[in-house]
């Protein structure tokens, strides 16, 4: 039987993909900081630790041949900086340390599409576009592709490893929520009354964790994966919400650049 060691398995990709293993037979153990609502009732081994303590990781991950790096610190408002930096960036660093030393056989880190540079925006985004560079860049696209890089660096030192980009995500279990979800949240519940006229690419979370199980399997060391979904507009997932609850959910759409305004 396969044994995984899941990272961020509280979390909205983590506990997703937690189910998805335990369904496809597989022994899950997870590293938690604390909070568990996203892994209660579920017949999973926990254990407790730091994120960035090599030398603990190292214990806490002997045994499993597969690892899954979901942990990480998202945010693009009150920003904890050295916070971030130390999930996000040391985190990974020290994931790779420990699963090199464990020779585990295969390591899938969950990275984001924000780890690419934007620019330019007229060409389509691809695998090969460079990693965002930039010091003044949003804290969470630097750390994101400071800690692929980290990734990049462990596969030349042998860990095989794969690196997923997804897009935006939204589904089930979303307990905290997640950003969008707390939107979707406020939509639903009609404490968001107004919206603006652009959208994102958004990826259904179980599908982002079918990739990285499937990853195992056919994913190359070294090589980066976008998982895109679809693109749609905040006002049309206002109006399919609105369809859901039968009620009227969004009275005004503002100009993009009304959102740095505010």
């Not at 937690?18 to 496809?24: E, F, G, H, I, S």
């Not at 997870?30 to 214990?59: F, M, N, R, S, Y």
């Not at 610190?73 to 971030?84: F, G, Q, S």
């Amino acid at each position: 039987m396969k044994k995984a060691f899941v990272t961020g398995g509280a979390g909205h990709v983590g506990g997703n993909l937690v189910r998805q293993l335990l369904d496809n037979g597989w022994q899950v153990r997870v590293l938690i900081h604390h909070d568990t609502l996203a892994l209660d009732g579920l017949d999973v081994e926990h254990v407790q630790g730091d994120l960035a303590d090599t030398a603990t990781l190292t214990k806490q991950m002997s045994g499993c041949d597969f690892i899954f790096h979901t942990a990480a610190y998202v945010a693009v408002e009150n920003i904890d900086i050295p916070l971030m930096e130390k999930i996000n960036v040391d985190g990974t660093k020290a994931m790779c340390r420990a699963a090199l030393e464990n020779q585990v056989k295969r390591f899938i880190h969950f990275s984001s599409i924000h780890a690419f540079q934007q620019r330019p925006t007229s060409d389509m985004l691809t695998e090969d576009r460079p990693l965002v560079q930039d010091l003044k860049a949003a804290p969470y696209d630097r750390t994101k592709a400071a800690a692929q890089r980290h990734v990049l660096d462990a596969c030349n030192q042998g860990l095989n490893a794969s690196i997923l980009h997804p897009t935006g995500i939204i589904g089930p279990y979303d307990f905290k929520p997640s950003r969008m979800g707390q939107v979707i949240s406020d939509i639903a519940e009609q404490k968001m009354f107004i919206t603006i006229n652009s959208g994102f690419n958004w990826v259904d979370v179980r599908d982002v964790c079918t990739t990285a199980i499937n990853c195992i399997e056919k994913g190359k060391s070294g090589q980066h994966y976008i998982v895109p979904g679809e693109w749609s507009s905040f006002k049309h997932i206002a109006e399919i919400i609105a369809g859901l609850i039968g009620k009227r959910t969004i009275y005004m759409t503002l100009p993009f650049w009304t959102a740095y305004t505010v």
